[in-house]
């Protein structure tokens, strides 16, 4: 993986954020193993279950593929440094994700999806076999696996690795099968889990998966369908925008959270609008003022769970998701607004 293509993508990032994405994806390029319970991306629970891959432009020649536009509200509120949008676009392929068990056939496809659009939507792809797995003990639909390459396709990983997987329902991984997986760089502030590689499509060699419906895998057997995946790849780059996502910081100093957040706002809070995650809260917020960043003036933000109370006022440190949704950019960027916390971040940034 190309940690300078992943800086340019997360713009305008920079200073800690360089250094948390180098510290993570050297985890992922190493040869130590890992040992984790639950990782939860970023954002609603309901993102986990629909698949979503990066708007594609491929580069060389295919049988089809076809992308999506987004567009972003203008921000209404703002301080004096200002802070770039950072864009998430993105295409659901498939709904509904069919569970275990479902005849392969059921499976539903955007028109035009098939082999190479799989390809072109994943920064990483990789061969190789599941060590072991465990369900998540939050969420019914995620379980992760340890995986360890024997084939790097398309990032930096190297042959012998053993990297954290998360699936989705549906996506069943079983210990000690062989599979082919086409995954993204992930990480979650929630479980406090600093990287994942999210399943994007994925083929197995003992079973078919529902991606094997697909035209250029349609009929094919596992190493067929490998060597397609190689051929295409060496010809073709990654392009899309999703190289990874809800990285945050891990440092427990207040001014580096500072430094690494997009976003310092003061809001009241008008709602709780969701709750039926375990382990986060979605809000709906009144921005009061901006510190740093800009912001329209009510953004909906997703924190760590019951963090804020309807009607309380509170200082926030947060990032970007898409559009007008916002994370917390760390386990400690909640403060009330009168707090000794709050007061000190006022006057770092006043």
Same mark, same amino acid.
């Given at each position: 993986?190309?940690?300078?293509?992943?800086?340019?993508? =997360?713009? *305008?990032?920079?200073?800690?954020?360089?250094?948390?994405?180098?510290?993570? !994806?050297? +985890?992922?390029?190493g040869n130590a193993r890992f040992h984790f319970r639950a990782a939860l991306i970023c954002g609603f629970a309901a993102i986990a279950v629909v698949v979503l891959g990066a708007v594609l432009i491929p +580069?060389?020649?295919?049988?089809?593929?076809?992308?999506?536009? /987004?567009?972003?509200?203008? *921000?209404?509120?703002?301080?004096? $440094?200002?802070?770039?949008?950072?864009?998430?676009?993105? /295409?659901?392929?498939? /709904?509904?994700?069919?569970?275990?068990?479902?005849?392969?056939?059921?499976? &539903?496809?955007?028109?035009?999806?098939?082999?190479?659009?799989?390809?072109?939507?994943?920064?990483?792809?990789?061969?190789?076999?599941? &060590?072991?797995?465990? &369900?998540?003990?939050?969420? %019914?639909?995620?379980?992760?696996?340890?995986?360890?390459?024997?084939?790097?396709?398309?990032?930096?990983?190297?042959?012998?690795?053993?990297?954290?997987?998360?699936?989705?329902?549906?996506?069943?991984?079983?210990?000690?099968?062989?599979?082919? !997986?086409?995954?993204?760089?992930?990480?979650?502030?929630? $479980?406090?889990? &600093?990287?994942? #590689?999210?399943?994007?499509?994925?083929?197995?060699?003992?079973?078919?998966?529902?991606?094997?419906? !697909?035209?250029?895998?349609?009929?094919?057997?596992?190493?067929?369908?490998?060597?397609?995946?190689?051929?295409?790849?060496?010809?073709?780059? #990654?392009?899309?925008?999703?190289?990874?996502?809800?990285?945050?910081?891990?440092?427990?100093?207040?001014? %580096?959270?500072?430094?690494?957040?997009?976003?310092?706002?003061?809001?009241?809070?008008?709602?709780?609008?969701?709750?039926?995650? *375990?382990?986060?809260?979605? #809000? /709906?917020?009144?921005? !009061?003022?901006?510190?740093?960043?800009?912001?329209a003036k009510t953004i909906d933000v997703v924190a760590l769970k019951h963090a804020m109370e309807p009607g309380g006022e509170y200082l926030m440190l947060l990032t970007r998701s898409w559009e007008e =949704?916002y994370t917390v950019s760390s386990r400690n960027s909640v403060f009330p607004a009168e707090s000794p916390e709050a007061v000190q971040i006022a006057a770092m940034l006043g």
């Amino acid at each position: 993986m190309d940690i300078e293509e992943i800086k340019k993508e =997360l713009a *305008p990032r920079e200073g800690l954020r360089e250094e948390a994405l180098e510290r993570v !994806l050297a +985890k992922g390029r190493g040869n130590a193993r890992f040992h984790f319970r639950a990782a939860l991306i970023c954002g609603f629970a309901a993102i986990a279950v629909v698949v979503l891959g990066a708007v594609l432009i491929p +580069k060389g020649e295919k049988p089809s593929a076809e992308a999506e536009n /987004t567009q972003r509200p203008e *921000p209404t509120l703002s301080s004096t $440094e200002s802070s770039a949008d950072s864009t998430a676009q993105s /295409t659901a392929r498939r /709904t509904p994700k069919p569970e275990m068990g479902t005849d392969v056939s059921l499976a &539903e496809f955007a028109e035009g999806t098939d082999l190479f659009s799989l390809i072109d939507s994943a920064s990483v792809i990789i061969k190789g076999i599941v &060590e072991s797995t465990v &369900e998540s003990e939050t969420l %019914d639909f995620v379980s992760y696996a340890e995986f360890t390459v024997t084939e790097c396709i398309r990032g930096d990983i190297g042959p012998g690795d053993t990297v954290p997987v998360r699936a989705n329902l549906g996506e069943k991984l079983r210990t000690g099968n062989e599979y082919l !997986l086409m995954v993204n760089p992930m990480a979650s502030v929630f $479980e406090g889990r &600093e990287l994942f #590689y999210q399943i994007d499509s994925y083929f197995s060699s003992v079973h078919d998966t529902e991606f094997s419906v !697909l035209e250029g895998a349609k009929g094919a057997g596992f190493e067929e369908i490998v060597e397609k995946v190689r051929a295409y790849a060496a010809d073709n780059e #990654y392009s899309g925008s999703d190289v990874g996502r809800g990285f945050y910081c891990t440092s427990e100093d207040i001014k %580096d959270i500072v430094d690494y957040s997009e976003i310092v706002v003061r809001v009241r809070v008008n709602e709780t609008f969701y709750d039926g995650t *375990p382990d986060r809260t979605s #809000y /709906t917020c009144e921005a !009061l003022e901006c510190l740093k960043g800009n912001t329209a003036k009510t953004i909906d933000v997703v924190a760590l769970k019951h963090a804020m109370e309807p009607g309380g006022e509170y200082l926030m440190l947060l990032t970007r998701s898409w559009e007008e =949704l916002y994370t917390v950019s760390s386990r400690n960027s909640v403060f009330p607004a009168e707090s000794p916390e709050a007061v000190q971040i006022a006057a770092m940034l006043g």
